[in-house]
């Protein structure tokens, strides 16, 4: 650890722009709401679980929206279900992203053709940030998706510049 | 003193909506209950929210396209769904099937059902405040998919058994792999009894809880580890076999109330473990039997059964899954209905839930193991 292992002479300041700090933080702990919907939630779980392990890159899960940055969206969206998921959405503080994982969530999936009562896409009710295709993705798949959306939140700024 | 403070002391009834957004509905189940403080009077579970039209689905695709949806109805134990759904195909194409493939078939729906349970398990656990038994559960389900990968590449849902046989041959490891697995896991089960099954505070939360007389699940059509909990020796594997279940040698543990009461959670859940077990026992019958041969029959490349009714069913980890076919001669059925046993085993939930408290609900929940892509369909 470059800064830590070191000795301070005098008190341990560090310089750094506001904006840096800002990112810094908010790249590495990305609170994630607990929400499965289906197939793509047992994927998920898995990616949470020991073997993959979410953890390591700063997810936690929360079980409320009001507590978390990031939602997932892991599975079908039915239409009685998308306009739950616009609510659980606007429920969460923003800055806020979301991760579209699987192909029923990106464009209805396997039931674009006959089924009459899946959203075809999430993105019709929700903006989506990350699109992560598969069905379900492989666990892999959804951390490449997650870093991503790192990628992005340490590409933009949130200080206003005068 | 009490009597005075209660007597003046009014209260409503407050409704309170679990779901369908809550980490334990297990999916996207909503639950209704009406509440006396804490206390349930009523529940009712709403359902819905993840219909995917598997039935329209049916009528549209060909019998080998339908495979791929009904890996995607109960999608923790997709081999077992497959297999029932080829099962009820191949009775009404009345074709013999390589003894080697009906070897393959069980192997694999073994491996799910434990790969299954061990989701249960975690889950539950996670449902009344344990966490760490559900990594434990993970760690050992992904060398189950593991397996499954080497069989057929996918490790959730695997288009792998299909009409008359399966889509790959077993690799030339698989039963060396499968082997070291069944030896590796049987201590694990020892550990999870350890970490949780004989844990005070989970015997607090689940005996007692949620106990379901075997009447009641008899009347509600309740089947799986859900009624043998109750102490009812049912199986399908054994009143009705189907593919080569019958060659095997195996128990079917039942809930004796070890903890509380028979047919209590603590019974569903400790039955799955001693499945668990059991599961271990077909596998290695398995994998010493299989012949070589052939992995697929003669089916030909346009599925075309003749007019007909066929209804096959089976033991899935959840319990009795069935399907009913309809053939009118052409290339799609004309219809097929499912009966899921996630659906008839939250059935009983309303009734059984009724006089306890809101942190039971969860339990009652975890307890019936349900999966709501196969409830809502």
Known sequence: ?162 | MTNIIESKLKTDEMVLNMGPQHPSTHGVLRVELKLDGEKIVKADSHIGYLHRCFEKHCEAMTYPQIIPYVDRMDYLAAMSNELGYVLAVEKLLKIEIPERVEYIRVIMAEFQRIASHLVALGTFGLDTGAFTPFLYTFRDREKILTLFELTCGARLLYNYIWVGGVSHDLHPDFIRLAKEFIEYFRPKVVELNELLTYNKIFIERTANIGVLPPELAINYGVSGPSLRGSGVKWDIRREDPYSIYDMFEFDIPVGEGLAGTTGDCWDRYYVRILEMEQSLRILEQALDQIPEGDVSAAVPKRVKPIDGISYARVENPKGELGYFIISKGGLQPFRVKVRPPSFVNLSVFSEIAKGHMVADVVAILGSLDIVLGEIDR
């Open chain 1, 1 to 162: 650890m470059g800064v830590l292992d070191k000795e301070f002479l005098q008190e341990n300041f560090v310089v750094s722009n506001l904006d840096a700090v800002l990112k810094w933080a908010r790249v590495a702990s990305v609170w994630q709401t607990t929400f499965g919907l289906a197939c793509c939630a047992i994927e998920m779980m898995a990616t949470s679980a020991s073997h993959y392990d979410f953890d390591r890159f700063g997810l936690i899960p929360r079980p409320s929206p009001r507590q978390s940055d990031l939602l997932i969206i892991s599975g079908t969206v039915t239409l009685k279900m998308a306009s739950r998921i616009k609510r659980i959405y606007e429920q969460m503080p923003d800055p806020k992203y979301v991760i579209s994982m699987g192909s029923c969530s990106n464009c209805g999936g396997p039931y674009w053709e006959h089924g009459y009562h899946v959203l075809k896409g999430v993105d019709r009710v929700i903006p989506v940030d990350v699109y992560v295709p598969g069905c379900p993705p492989r666990p892999e798949a959804l951390l490449e998706g997650l870093l991503k959306l790192k990628e992005k939140i340490a590409n933009e700024s949130l200080i206003k510049s005068a």
